[in-house]
């Protein structure tokens, strides 16, 4: 674990794997101190906002440091949602090259295997989903397009999305639901949260 500061009311802690983020997640997550504000994951780090007037700098990085990350909890407790998909997406077939498996084992293999959201970013709602099935890690387009629709599901690295909304964006697309993932009036906003498990179904 390597801690860096950013500015002077955060702490962004570098690990070496999305393991070991998640597991420092949850660890901290479950045992908060005052002052600290938000922890947010993503792919090999952890963000740690906090407010100078209520904790100390060293404080921080201690409690950081001295957490001990916390397994996955059992997937029988995890909330689960079941995303409909026509699988339509223009990079389907590319997909099916990259990986060797024909459009419809691309299809079993996405549908076959619950994920979990790890973490949100890029824009508002968007989950990264990791622990599908492995055999579905692609690249990236080698060029993003400049708008993919909201709704459009995809897959990239060891990662599958839905797209909350209409943005530019370099992931495969595979699929489409009509499922909003996305309600800024919603309680709660994003329909897929850190820790959520995804499930999804051919239309």
């Given at each position: ?49 906090y ?18 990350a916390?397994p ?11 995303l ?95 499922t ?24």
């Amino acid at each position: 674990m390597r801690l860096r500061d950013v500015g002077r009311s955060a702490i962004l802690a570098e690990f070496e794997d999305l393991d070991t983020v998640l597991g420092y997640f949850r660890a901290l997550d479950a045992d908060p101190v005052r002052g600290v504000q938000e922890i947010v994951p993503a792919s090999r780090t952890l963000l740690v906002r906090y407010d100078p007037a209520q904790v100390t700098r060293d404080s921080v990085g201690e409690w950081i440091t001295g957490a001990t990350a916390l397994p996955p909890p059992d997937p029988g407790e995890a909330e689960e949602v079941q995303l409909a998909v026509r699988y339509d997406g223009p990079d389907l077939a590319d997909v099916a090259e990259h990986t060797g498996l024909s459009v419809d084992e691309v299809v079993r293999a996405h549908t076959g295997t619950p994920w979990i959201v790890a973490f949100a970013g890029f824009a508002p709602g968007f989950g990264y989903l990791v622990d599908g099935d492995p055999r579905l890690r692609v690249p990236r387009r080698a060029e993003p397009r400049t708008a993919v629709p909201a709704g459009a599901v995809a897959v990239a690295g060891e990662f599958s999305g839905v797209y909350p909304r209409s943005s530019p964006g370099g992931w495969q697309l595979i699929g489409t639901t009509d499922t909003v993932v996305w309600d800024p009036e919603g309680t709660p906003p994003a329909l897929l949260r850190p820790g959520v498990r995804v499930r999804f179904t051919a239309m």
